[in-house]
């Protein structure tokens, strides 16, 4: 990297999925706020689009960091059954409902994109109009896990089953200095639980629809997590939000300060 350069002033974020390991998308957002770099807009899958969508409604990454702390956000997926057996999106809702009234993409502060995966077309959509909560809800359902999400009649999933870093739409509008923050390079468990088996065949699948998108950034920040983080451990989430930290200063600082 040509170190004369500065690090631009404005930049767009695409934020992956991963569960607890999105965590790590509020720390960039922290280093770049410190900075006082502005967010132009930001696409996001799965937890990328629920952590993006609050940002783009104004929070800061630590407003965010203690409503995660503050509800056990990660361990409401994992105890909140619903009557089909699936775990449920309801108190996760709860929280759009309150920091995000008006259900709303236009009247976010910052511009936003969200990935989804239709189940009758097996193909990816991005949302960025309609009914903004269930959106991002349709975002992060994974399958088996959540029960499809419907919007005007279709059922979706997890958008990271066909692309878990959805540059496309801010190429297409013509943001410029897009930073890809990919959170699902880890180290997998070594346990054969059917939980595990699922979670490294997922991270197989997410793996491959993610390379050809991080090769389209202009920065890119892919740490790899040495140690086991499973997707819903959210009893991690400070450690994960401290490795995000210290990857977005690590990028600014790969360039001359002023």
């Known amino acids: ?9 404005n ?18 957002l922290k280093a770049l706020e410190e900075h006082h770099i502005k967010i132009d807009a930001i696409s996001g899958t799965s ?18 960091l203690k409503i995660l702390t503050k509800n056990s956000f990660f361990n409401l997926f994992k105890y909140n ?34 990935c989804a995966t239709n189940l009758d077309s097996g ?11 269930n959106s991002v809800i349709a975002s992060a359902s994974i399958p088996i ?5 419907k919007i005007d009649d279709k059922l979706y999933v997890d958008g990271g089953l066909f692309n878990n870093l959805p540059i496309q739409p801010l190429i297409e509008k013509g943001y410029k200095n897009i930073i890809g ?32 998108n991080l090769a389209k950034c202009d920065y890119v920040i892919e740490p790899f997590l040495e140690k086991h983080y ?16 210290r990857e977005g200063k690590k990028l600014i600082g790969q360039f001359q300060s002023n």
């Open 1 to 9: 990297m040509n170190k004369s350069l500065k690090f631009p002033k």
């Open 11 to 28: 930049v767009s974020l695409v934020l992956s999925g991963g569960g607890v390991r999105g965590a790590m998308h509020l720390g960039v």
């Open 47 to 64: 937890m990328g689009a629920i952590i993006g969508v609050l940002y783009c409604q104004g929070l800061k990454a630590d407003d965010i």
């Open 81 to 114: 059954w619903d009557k089909g057996g699936f775990l449920s999106m309801q108190r996760i809702k709860s929280i759009f409902e309150k920091h995000i009234p008006h259900n709303d993409f236009s009247q976010l502060k910052i511009p936003f994109y969200c």
């Open 123 to 133: 193909e990816y959509k991005i949302f960025s109009t309609g009914n903004l909560h």
């Open 145 to 149: 896990v959540f029960k499809p999400a």
């Open 181 to 212: 923050v990919h959170a699902d390079n880890y180290k997998h468990s070594n346990k054969n639980d059917t939980y595990a088996v699922a979670e490294k065949v997922f991270a197989n699948i997410l793996k491959h629809n993610v390379k050809p």
């Open 230 to 245: 499973g997707t819903l451990d959210y009893k991690k989430l400070n450690e994960l939000y401290e490795i995000g930290y």
